[in-house]
């Protein structure tokens, strides 16, 4: 509620100063050693917890959904799903440093992560401007139509954004078209492993039907285990990581608190 008072009601700018704000003194209060957060560099006792809940997302199990305890950092607010990706690509960016990325509908920690790696052109964009959360700099693209050349980027990140969109297949078939010969494409969704076969159904129009049937009022789908089927169907060559083949997850080092049941979701556009 607090937040939308303050997209309602406050100019973007000062909107950010109060986030900014209250983000600085979560710091101090959550101050401790239990879990690090990579994208702010700092320790706490605790994360806030955070997610939504609902009959159909206990009922199927929906990985990427429900209520997660120590799931969003009190100083950054970074997600679980957000730490899992930067595990992924601090070890995949050790051995082969992307030279252009699009990132469709940027996190804000990631979007520093990558702005902050210089030897990357980066482009990020989404379908519409959401005040607070996207920077100003944000790009206007529709994921279903790329505005982007054949062949122009060799990293793209699709995070949670496929269970939104119309057509699933029209935008992964786009995603493989910008990426070069060899790039990768990261697809995280919501998915539920009790669930066989993606179910969709283009009658359910209404907020309510979607949120009975698919666990959230604004997708479109509730993706199953076959989900790596449809990414090949694509045309990907498709791997999933699991967060225990990751180095900064595995050598139990430093708690990041993510979830060990999310998968990563890798589509490969292949050279031939």
């Not at 082969?96 to 979007?111: F, Q, T, V």
């Amino acid at each position: 509620m607090y937040r939308v008072l303050l997209k309602r009601y406050l100019p973007a700018d000062i909107a950010r100063l109060f986030k900014w704000t209250e983000l600085r003194i979560n710091k101090l209060i959550y101050s401790g050693n239990t879990f690090l957060c990579p994208y702010c560099s700092q320790t706490y006792r605790l994360f806030k917890s955070g997610g939504i809940t609902n009959q159909l997302i206990e009922k199927m199990d929906i990985i990427g959904a429900g209520i997660r305890q120590n799931m969003v950092c009190p100083g950054c607010g970074s997600t679980d799903r957000d730490r899992l990706l930067y595990a992924y690509f601090d070890h995949e960016f050790k051995f082969l440093r992307p030279k252009k990325l699009l990132h469709i509908a940027p996190e804000p920690c990631l979007n520093s992560y990558f702005k902050n790696i210089v030897s990357i052109s980066y482009v990020f964009g989404a379908k519409f401007h959401e005040g607070l959360y996207y920077p100003k700099e944000l790009e206007i693209i529709n994921l279903e139509h790329l505005q982007y050349a054949d062949n122009t980027f060799d990293w793209v990140v699709c995070n949670h954004v496929l269970e939104h969109v119309e057509d699933e297949f029209q935008s992964l078939a786009e995603i493989l078209r910008v990426l070069t010969p060899g790039g990768k494409a990261v697809l995280q969704v919501p998915w539920s492993p009790k669930l066989e076969i993606t179910f969709e159904d283009p009658t359910y129009v209404t907020e309510s039907d979607r949120l009975k049937h698919y666990g959230q009022d604004d997708h479109l789908r509730l993706f199953g285990k076959d989900y790596p089927g449809r990414i090949a169907k694509a045309g990907f060559k498709v791997s999933i990581i699991k967060p225990s083949d990751l180095p900064l997850i595995a050598d139990n080092k430093v708690n990041l608190s993510i979830n060990p049941r999310e998968l990563i979701f890798v589509g490969e556009k292949q050279t031939s």
